[in-house]
T-cell receptor, first 112, second 107 residues
C-alpha cells in the first residue's frame, strides 16, 4: 500500500542529545514537510522540501535540521539546541503544487 | 504569513445533531484542505477544495474563495466524528493551519 511511514512512534531524549525522526514515503511525491504539534494547538511548519537536495525553513526551524538526499526520505534531527523538544511531530507529503497533503501517523518525542 | 482562524474552538453535540465549522483566512490562497484528527493523533484527509462545494457521505464542504472562508458541514453526527477538525490553506509553497475546532459527540 502507498503511504507515509514515520518511525519510531514514541521517542525519548536525554538532555543534550540529538535525535533523528524518520519519514519515508512511497507515493512518489516531490514535496515533503515536517510539522510540530503541541497539546491543544494546531500544526506549525518546521521545514519543507519541494525537490531532492533542496529544503526551506518553516516558521519554527531553530533547533532542527533536515536532509533530502532521496525523494522518498526526509529525516528530521532534533538537536540539543532545541530547548523544548517535547511535542508530537508529523510528516507529510504532496504531489506538488495544487495537490493535497497526506500525513504519516506521527512521532511523540519526550524528554527524560 | 497568512492568518487562518477557525470557529468555534470547541463544540459539543448530541449524537444525530448537525453542525457547521468555519475557517476564515486572511489572503488569497491556491487551495484549502480539511482534516480530521482522531484521538490517536492521525490526520485524515476530508476535502481538498479551492472553491465550490464537495460532498462525501454525511460530510460536505464549501469554499468561497472570493470572501476568504470555508465551511465544513457535519450531518447526523456520530460518536466517531469526535476529534479535532483542522483547515489548512495552500499558498503554493506551504500550508498554513488553523488552530482547530474540537468536536465532542455524546451518545
Amino acid at each position: 500500500d502507498g503511504g507515509i511511514t514515520q518511525s519510531p512512534k514514541y521517542l525519548f531524549r536525554k538532555e543534550g542529545q540529538n535525535v533523528t525522526l524518520s519519514c519515508e514515503q512511497n507515493l512518489n511525491h516531490d514535496a515533503m514537510y515536517w510539522y510540530r504539534q503541541d497539546p491543544g494547538q494546531g500544526l506549525r511548519l518546521i521545514y519543507y522540501s519541494q525537490i531532492v537536495n533542496d529544503f526551506q525553513k518553516g516558521d519554527i526551524a531553530e533547533g532542527y535540521s533536515v536532509s533530502r538526499e532521496k525523494k522518498e526520505s526526509f529525516p528530521l534531527t532534533v538537536t540539543s539546541a532545541q530547548k523544548n523538544p517535547t511535542a508530537f511531530y508529523l510528516c507529510a507529503s504532496s504531489g506538488g503544487n495544487d495537490q493535497p497533503q497526506h500525513f504519516g501517523d506521527g512521532t511523540r518525542l519526550s524528554i527524560l | 504569513g497568512i492568518q487562518v482562524e477557525q470557529s468555534p474552538p470547541d463544540l459539543i453535540l448530541q449524537e444525530g445533531a448537525n453542525s457547521t465549522l468555519r475557517c476564515n483566512f486572511s489572503d488569497s490562497v491556491n487551495n484549502l484542505q480539511w482534516f480530521h484528527q482522531n484521538p490517536w493523533g492521525q490526520l485524515i484527509n476530508l476535502f481538498y477544495i479551492p472553491s465550490g462545494t464537495k460532498q462525501n457521505g454525511r460530510l460536505s464542504a464549501t469554499t468561497v474563495a472570493t470572501e476568504r472562508y470555508s465551511l465544513l458541514y457535519i450531518s447526523s453526527s456520530q460518536t466517531t466524528d469526535s476529534g479535532v477538525y483542522f483547515c489548512a490553506v495552500d499558498t503554493g509553497n506551504q500550508f498554513y493551519f488553523g488552530t482547530g475546532t474540537s468536536l465532542t459527540v455524546i451518545p
